[in-house]
């Protein structure tokens, strides 16, 4: 059973930078970042696929909403992914939530993940 564990989320002001990390315990392949904001269907950030060729960069999938802004990046000699979201505005605010599915694959729909973690909050002000 692997487990998800998401750190990293706070307020910022509107232009600021944060960089969420998720710890995995267990083994991982492609991961995801999701994001929820109150009244809304959770959405997909970005997701990353994962490579046997440890020196190969995992291919990876941005939302239209945060290409340019944020970035995705995985350590699995530490087995950890990361979101580092720079210029980030008001609607950015939402849980973040970290997945991993038992693929190689990135995926971009929620059910194609096996396993989330509690979710980070992030509120940028304006």
């Known amino acids: 059973q692997v487990q998800l564990v998401e750190s990293g989320g706070g307020l910022v002001q509107a232009g600021g930078s944060l960089r969420l990390s998720c710890a995995a315990s267990?083994?991982?392949?492609?991961m995801g970042w999701f994001r929820q904001a109150p009244g809304k269907e959770r959405e997909v950030v970005g997701a990353?696929?994962?490579?046997?060729?440890?020196?190969?960069?995992?291919?990876?999938y941005y939302a239209e909403f945060v290409k340019g802004r944020f970035t995705i990046s995985r350590d699995d000699a530490k087995n950890t992914v990361s979101l580092q979201m720079n210029s980030l505005k008001p609607e950015d605010t939402a849980v973040y939530y970290c997945?991993?599915?038992?693929?190689?694959?990135?995926?971009?729909?929620?059910?194609?993940?096996?396993?989330w973690g509690q979710g980070t909050q992030v509120t940028v002000s304006s």
């Open positions: 267990g083994r991982t392949y492609a």
């Open positions: 990353i696929s994962w490579s046997a060729i440890s020196r190969m960069v995992g291919h990876t």
């Open positions: 997945a991993a599915r038992n693929t190689v694959d990135a995926a971009t729909r929620a059910w194609e993940y096996n396993y």
